[in-house]
């Protein structure tokens, strides 16, 4: 990564998650078709995202020779499942904390 910096790249993966859960959210309240089969924004966002990301990397390769800023996002992003369902999966464990009753 020698053009971009880690962070930076980390930076702009978060941002276009962000960017994708909002339009994947604006999708499913305007579109009455995704609430009717109640498909969660969350696979909106990712359908959104993966054509996205394809019409972005031809449309960079073409301009710029190379498809730089997407194959970083794409690295970054790769790494995120492992993450994501550990996070997930350890979330479940968890045990609610049980109050006890007020006594007289």
């Given at each position: 990564?020698?053009?971009?910096?880690?962070?930076?790249?980390?930076?702009?993966?978060?941002?276009v998650a962000?960017?994708?859960?909002?339009?994947?959210?604006?999708?499913?309240?305007k579109?009455?078709?995704?609430?009717?089969?109640?498909?969660?924004?969350?696979?909106?966002?990712?359908?959104?995202?993966?054509?996205?990301?394809?019409?972005?990397?031809?449309?960079?390769?073409?301009?710029?020779?190379?498809?730089?800023?997407?194959?970083?996002?794409?690295?970054?992003?790769?790494?995120?499942?492992?993450?994501?369902?550990?996070f997930?999966?350890?979330?479940?464990?968890?045990?609610?904390?049980?109050?006890?009753?007020?006594?007289?």
């Amino acid at each position: 990564m020698a053009f971009f910096s880690e962070c930076a790249v980390w930076l702009l993966a978060l941002g276009v998650a962000a960017f994708l859960l909002k339009v994947g959210g604006l999708f499913r309240s305007k579109v009455q078709s995704f609430q009717r089969f109640h498909i969660p924004a969350s696979v909106i966002a990712g359908g959104v995202g993966w054509i996205m990301l394809i019409l972005l990397s031809r449309a960079e390769s073409i301009l710029l020779g190379d498809s730089l800023w997407t194959e970083h996002l794409c690295q970054v992003f790769r790494l995120w499942p492992g993450w994501l369902i550990a996070f997930v999966f350890a979330g479940m464990l968890l045990k609610p904390i049980e109050r006890g009753e007020k006594s007289d």
